[in-house]
């Protein structure tokens, strides 16, 4: 129902309104109890990835260990104000299914990351992944400073080569600077580590990506 609605961003004036104040959310992570908004020790950095539903994608990242202080999953890239999910999934926002990643570059780097995004899921599907269909599933790197813009540019145009060279269509993910990131609801926060059983229609596409070398790359 709607279904050109879900795959289409809406125009202006379709967004639904939102609210002014943010929407409740989990204090701690439910794996490590640290605080999920902050304050973050002194030297570490944010990165923000879309990659389909979020349940599975963050899980990819908390999966790479000490070299991430905390992981979350939120809404970014739409017009609504601090929006819930079930706004989100009406196609009505804009917003993406995004997760937050605070990590170490002392323990990990970028490019680690950006490895594990696009190995994660398939990046040339446009508004959807798999069976999930709609503008929050598109694939997305939001970054927060120019080193990260640049590389992750970089690691685009290399992993759509090699995409390409087996037989899939160009990639489609965007990357832009990273917009107000929304905390989404206490339930959704670490939901596969409360629900070792649940939902995740993640899976990437078998292709190798060709970046992240040396000591930081190896966690």
Sequence with gaps: MFLFK??????????????????????????????????YPEGLETAMFGLGCFWGAERKFWELGDGTHVTAVGYAGGQTPNPTYEEVCSGRTGHNEVVLVVYDPKKISYERLLKTF??????????????DVGTQ?????????????????????????AVRAKGY???????????????????????????????????GIGVTCQIGTGAAAAH
């Excluded at 125009?11 to 639904?16: D, F, I, M, P, S």
């Excluded at 905390?183 to 670490?190: K, L």
């Design 6 to 39: 879900k795959t289409a961003m809406p125009a202006q004036g379709e967004a639904l309104p939102g609210r002014p104040s943010p929407i409740p959310t989990a204090k701690q992570h439910f794996l490590n109890r640290r605080a999920l908004k902050g304050p």
């Design 169 to 203: 269509t160009p990639i489609t993910t965007e990357i832009i600077d990273a917009p107000e990131f929304h905390f989404a609801e206490d339930y959704h926060q670490q939901y596969l580590a409360k629900n070792p059983g649940g939902y995740c229609g993640l899976g």
């Design 137 to 161: 599933y598109r694939s997305g790197i939001y970054t927060y400073t120019p080193a990260q813009r640049a590389a992750a540019q970089a690691s685009k145009e290399m992993y759509d080569k």
């Design 118 to 131: 696009w190995e994660s899921h398939d990046p040339t599907q446009g508004m959807r992944q798999g069976n």
